[in-house]
């Protein structure tokens, strides 16, 4: 593998995430707590080896600009910005929600996990947009 490969890897570990969260709150729905734990964990996991993929690759190469113009430009600067302040802000909630509920503070869990999931699931689908986006678009 080269450092050319991991915009690609960064996308598959997101879609990766989105999945095990999704499945992980279908399962928790149904009742199934500890299939539920285990598909947080590698959400978890999967987000946590995304940001080191995503340090490594952009240590190494820097950013890319975005050369698209006109609407798309602006669609895809707005899905950036806003991915980028929600990604800042979902390590803190991902961990204080996992802590939570591995120490079976199942009130505070519910209480804090009704935010981090859609915020977390926003930032692992539009992280593979900006990668379609920006190396696959043009």
């Known amino acids: ?22 499945t ?22 999967t987000s946590a080896l995304f940001l080191v993929c995503y340090v490594i690759y952009h240590v190494n190469t820097g950013s890319r600009p975005f050369p698209g113009q006109g609407v798309i430009r602006g669609v895809y600067f707005t899905i950036l910005v806003t991915h980028v ?14 802590a939570r509920g591995l120490t079976a503070q199942y009130d505070r869990h519910v209480r804090i996990a009704r ?19 920006l190396y696959r678009l043009y």
């Open 85 to 98: 302040i929600l990604a800042a802000a979902i390590l803190p909630l991902a961990l204080a929600t996992a």
């Open 24 to 45: 992980g709150y279908v399962l928790i729905r149904r009742g199934r707590r500890e299939l539920h734990k285990r598909c947080m964990l590698a959400a978890l996991t």
């Open 115 to 133: 935010w981090t999931l859609p915020l977390w699931l926003y930032v692992s689908v539009t992280g593979v947009a900006i990668y379609l986006m």
């Open 1 to 22: 593998m080269q450092i050319s490969d991991l915009p690609a890897v960064n996308a598959t570990l997101n879609a990766l995430s989105a999945i095990f969260l999704t």
